[in-house]
Each structure stands twice: as C-alpha cells, then as structure tokens.
C-alpha cells in the first residue's frame, strides 16, 4: 500500500521559475526521502530529512517536513529542463524496519 | 566506485514461465531490497535481505522468492508469472551498519514484461 500521497500528479513550469511539490504521509516516520526517476529508469535519491529536523537545504533543493501535519514539500529553485523528471516522496517508518513507502509520484516537466 | 547494478536490463517472458533477476550492490553496501514498480505507479516493497536471510516482506505471494549470496549480490526469482508480473524491478542498496534506515541506492532496473 502507499504510505505517502503526492500533490500535485502533474506539475509543468517555465524553465527558471521555482516548483514546489508536496507530500503527505499516514504513519509515525523515521525519515522522509525524496527521489527522481527520469523516463522509467532507476531512482536517484535527492535528499533525506530525519524526524526531528524541520528543514534541509541541498543545492537547488530546499526540503521541509511538519511531522505535527505528516506532510513534506520539496521546492526546487531557477528550474532547468534538466529537471524534468517523476518526483517521489519516501517514508521510512518508526520502529525496526527499513523498507521505503513510496507514493505515486509527481511528474514535473520544465519547459525551456 | 561502481554503483548497483542489475541484470538483464530487458526481458520478455510468458504466463507460467519463471524468471530470475540479479543486481549487485553498491560497494560497501551489505543490505538488498527489491520493489516492484508497475506502469504510473510509486514502487512497492518486495523484501529485504542481509546476511543471506530475508528480514522484511511486503505484501507479495510466495511466488516472489529471493536469495542473497555471501558475496552480498541477491537474486529476485518469481514462479508461475502473470500479466499483472509485468513491472519494473528495482534493487536499492544500503549499509546495515548504519541501522537500516539511510539512504538506498538505487539500481536501473529491469524491465520484465509478461506476455
């Protein structure tokens, strides 16, 4: 089942402007991670915020959490084409385990 | 430093048939998972595995099997395919040492489809 829910499914932007990408999430988290996927290929992790921070910087990428309202946004600023890519947020939950919950991501195209 | 590798990258099989996917992990990575990824869709969790046992499951049949070699390369094998098999695998490598809950490096995936 999906743990995290993206918003928006589709996102479309002019080349230089900023995207922000939301997530939101169901259960008690360890850390939430956020992750590229371009044309059907592998995942390329971006960024990990843990529980008990509130924001992170990488880069072009600023990433919040608010685990009061269990939900992420992701803001990549001065867009690229390069950028063009599905976008998916990801949880891994309190407590022993590791697998990654994913949502379904978000597909963000940057026209040039 | 090679990253995670899986092969084949491509593979076509029919109903019933059984298939064997392999990845590699990262160096210095001792923990695999693999999660299936269906057209449109976030990937799921499959399970996990280190020191050579399976740890974690998701929600799949038991026809969804695994290994993991002392070398620490896993294969995913599943029996009896369905259509509905038709996905892309991924394999996610990470460092145990480090607790289990950092990042997982992704492999490229291979493509299997059911006909």
């Known amino acids: 089942s999906q743990q995290g829910e993206e918003d928006p499914q589709a996102l479309s932007i002019q080349e230089g402007e900023n995207a922000t990408m939301n997530c939101s999430y169901k259960t008690s988290i360890n850390n939430l991670q956020w992750y590229r996927q371009n044309s059907g290929r592998g995942l390329v992790h971006l960024i990990l915020i843990r529980s008990n921070e509130r924001e992170k910087h990488s880069g072009r990428l600023r990433v919040t959490l608010d685990t009061s309202k269990k939900s992420s946004s992701l803001l990549i600023t001065a867009s690229r084409a390069a950028d063009t890519a599905s976008y998916f947020c990801?949880?891994?939950?309190?407590?022993?385990?590791?697998?990654?919950?994913f949502g379904k991501g978000i597909t963000l195209s940057v026209r040039p | 430093d090679a990253g995670v590798t899986q092969s084949p990258t491509h593979l076509i099989k029919t109903r019933g048939q059984q298939v064997t996917l392999r990845c590699s992990p990262k160096?210095?990575?001792?923990?695999v998972s693999w999660y299936q990824q269906a057209l449109g869709q976030g990937p799921q969790f499959i399970f996990q595995?280190?020191?050579?046992?399976?740890?974690q499951r998701g929600n799949f049949p038991d026809r969804f099997s695994g290994h993991q070699y002392p070398n620490y390369s896993s294969e995913l094998n599943v029996n009896a395919l369905l259509l509905g098999d038709s996905a892309l695998y991924l394999c996610?490598?990470?460092?145990?040492?480090?607790?289990?809950?950092?990042?997982?490096?992704f492999g490229p995936g291979t493509r299997l489809l059911v006909l």
């Open positions: 595995y280190y020191e050579e046992e399976e740890r």
């Open positions: 996610a490598s990470s460092p145990r040492l480090a607790g289990g809950q950092e990042t997982q490096y």
């Open positions: 160096s210095g990575h001792d923990t």
């Open positions: 990801a949880t891994i939950s309190s407590g022993a385990n590791s697998k990654l919950t």
